[in-house]
C-alpha cells in the first residue's frame, strides 16, 4: 500500500517560492500512476493543483500556471511542488496524493503540511 | 473550466435516517470512453480527504455498504442509507473527466 508524507517549509514570505516534498514508500514514483497536489486554504474547500504522471509529464491548473512546477526524484522515490510569486492567497494544507488512474480521483492521501504566507 | 456544485452545503442528520447529497457539474462528464469520471471524497474532521467512491457507483475498499453512488451526464447523488456518528464531516464531490479536475464546494453532514 503506498503511503505518502509530505515536508516541507510551514511559513513562506510574500513573493517568495513555496517548495515541498512529497516521499513515497510503498510504491514506485517510477510506476504507472498519478502523483498529484491538492491544497486546501483554511475553513475552505479543495483545490486541485495539478500531476505528474508517466516519469515526469505535468498537468497544471491554469490558477497556477506560470508559478507552479511539479518533478520527481527517482533516485528519493519522491516528489515536488514549487510555486513561485506566492501571496497570502496561497495559505493553505497542501496535500500529496496518488491516483492509480489518470480519472479515478485519489486513493492515497498525505496526512498534509500547513502552509502559511506571510511576512 | 467545469463548475461542480452541491446541494445542500450544510446537512443536519438523525443518526440512523438516510442522507442525500446532490452534486451537478456545468457539462456533462461522460469522456469519449463513454465512462463518466465523477468521484465523492469523504474528510472528517482534521483529517485528510478519503475516497469513497469512483467512477460514479464503484465504492473503495473499506467503505461501508451504506454508502452508494448513482447519477448520469450531469446530475449526480452520494447517499447514506442509514447515518452513523462516524460519517460526520465534509462530503466533495470531484470531476476526473476534464482538466483541471474541480471539486465541489463541500456538504458538511452533521449530527442533529
Known amino acids: 500500500q503506498v503511503q505518502l508524507q509530505e515536508s516541507g517549509p510551514g511559513l513562506v514570505k510574500p513573493s517568495g517560492t513555496l517548495s515541498l516534498t512529497c516521499a513515497v514508500s510503498g510504491g514506485s514514483i517510477s510506476s504507472t500512476n498519478w502523483w498529484i497536489w491538492v491544497r486546501q486554504p483554511p475553513g475552505k474547500g479543495l483545490e486541485w493543483i495539478g500531476e505528474i504522471y508517466q516519469g515526469g509529464r505535468t498537468n497544471y491548473n491554469p490558477s497556477v500556471m506560470g508559478r507552479v512546477t511539479m518533478s520527481p526524484d527517482k533516485s528519493k522515490n519522491q516528489f515536488s511542488l514549487k510555486l513561485t510569486s506566492v501571496t497570502a492567497a496561497d495559505t493553505a494544507v497542501y496535500y500529496c496524493?496518488?491516483?492509480?488512474?489518470?480519472?479515478?480521483?485519489?486513493?492515497?492521501w498525505g496526512q498534509g503540511t500547513t502552509v502559511t504566507v506571510s511576512s | 473550466d467545469v463548475v461542480m456544485t452541491q446541494s445542500p452545503l450544510s446537512l443536519p442528520v438523525t443518526l440512523g435516517q438516510p442522507a442525500s447529497i446532490s452534486c451537478r457539474s456545468s457539462?456533462?462528464?461522460?469522456?469519449?470512453?463513454?465512462?463518466?469520471?465523477l468521484n465523492w471524497f469523504q474528510q472528517r474532521p482534521g483529517q485528510s480527504p478519503r475516497r469513497l467512491i469512483y467512477m460514479v457507483s464503484n465504492r473503495d475498499s473499506g467503505v461501508p455498504d451504506r454508502f452508494s453512488g448513482s447519477g448520469s451526464g450531469t446530475d449526480f447523488t452520494l447517499e447514506i442509507s442509514r447515518v452513523e456518528a462516524e460519517d460526520v464531516g465534509v462530503y466533495y464531490c470531484m470531476q476526473g473527466t476534464y482538466w483541471p479536475h474541480t471539486f465541489g464546494q463541500g456538504t458538511k453532514l452533521e449530527i442533529k
Open positions: 496524493a496518488h491516483s492509480a488512474t489518470w480519472s479515478a480521483g485519489m486513493d492515497v
Open positions: 457539462q456533462s462528464l461522460v469522456y469519449s470512453d463513454g465512462n463518466t469520471y
